[in-house]
């Protein structure tokens, strides 16, 4: 059933996050062929994009079976940040994001992500920048602050939707936090009542049930899950059994190598592939093992094979 995030149209309230060496072109196909609604790119430096660098470069290539898909940016500069909203407008795209949630301390030195949530005048200055520049529809990641004295999402969120942006989406939890501790729905609760635009839910959802709890519990526009999808795309799908045998897996793996194979080099990207590759034995009797075999795999070949090694091997049993 399709239903709409403000102005972008999406078929599932379930959206893939924004993830840094993760959310490449191949991994969100995949994810939409399990059920995602919207997916978000990794996060792209606006510094980098201006100048057109081609790491950043990299991070851009999308197509009709991407769609929706919203890239997001990360900087501190408002111009910058602007001059960046207007490339990425001319691009296939349906929307622009601003990190404003990143905990990584290369990014926080910066000034940029998750360092924003406490400024709140220096974010309202990058917000508005994006908008005026975009030509598409401007959403904004946000933390519920940087620690527990320092609880600026609200008003960020008030800020943001005053500026233009048409959807906010919320880890409710501080830069100090980290990625542990409990999410604070109460915060996401209150951002709903400030603001009229879809406010989306993001943190600590392992499994699609819990989405839907969510979704049921606070009436929010969406859920964003991240970490608990690598590796488990079928999250996204309230019709597969979150815990599918060691066959099923190995099929999604194939799956994802397949999309890689079409859209990334798969050598220079090895890293990245064997990163995404281990974690789909996660929480399996020989996961660990599994986990340096593929490690071990010194080229793309090399891992394919093991793969589909691994394949036969279970299907015989």
Not at 109 to 118: I, N
Not at 152 to 172: C, D, L, R, S
Not at 202 to 214: M, P, R, W
Not at 260 to 282: Q, V
Request: overall charge positive.
């Amino acid at each position: 059933m399709t239903s709409s995030l403000g102005p972008i149209p999406i078929k599932s309230p379930f959206i893939l996050a924004p993830m840094a060496g993760c959310t490449d072109l191949p991994f969100r196909l995949l994810c939409r062929e399990y059920g995602a609604g919207l997916c978000y790119s990794e996060m792209i430096d606006c510094q980098g994009l201006v100048s057109r660098q081609q790491d950043c470069l990299e991070l851009l290539p999308t197509n009709t079976s991407d769609q929706p898909v919203i890239m997001q940016l990360y900087g501190n500069d408002p111009g910058t940040m602007g001059e960046a909203a207007a490339i990425l407008s001319e691009h296939p795209i349906a929307g622009i994001d601003i990190n404003m949630g990143c905990p990584m301390e290369k990014i926080i030195q910066q000034g940029a992500g998750a360092a924003l949530m406490k400024n709140p005048r220096l974010a309202e200055k990058i917000i508005t920048a994006v908008c005026k520049k975009s030509t598409k529809p401007v959403t904004v990641k946000i933390r519920s602050g940087w620690n527990q004295h320092t609880i600026t999402a609200p008003e960020i969120a008030k800020i943001a939707a005053g500026v233009g942006a048409q959807a906010i989406a919320i880890h409710a939890r501080t830069w100090s936090d980290g990625f542990t501790g409990p999410i604070d729905h109460g915060v996401i609760q209150q951002i709903m009542k400030n603001v009229s635009i879809p406010v989306i839910a993001n943190g600590d959802i392992t499994s699609h049930e819990q989405g839907v709890a969510l979704l049921k519990k606070i009436g929010c526009a969406g859920v964003m899950i991240g970490r608990a999808a690598l590796g488990a795309p079928w999250i996204f799908s309230g019709t597969v059994n979150q815990h599918p045998s060691m066959a099923y897996r190995i099929k999604a793996l194939l799956r994802h190598l397949e999309l890689a194979e079409a859209y990334l080099t798969p050598e220079p990207n090895l890293s990245k592939i064997r990163n995404h590759a281990w974690k789909y034995f996660r929480g399996t009797t020989n996961g660990p093992v599994i986990r340096k075999q593929i490690d071990a795999t010194t080229s793309y070949t090399e891992l394919k094979t093991f793969i589909h090694t691994l394949a036969d091997q279970v299907l015989q049993k």
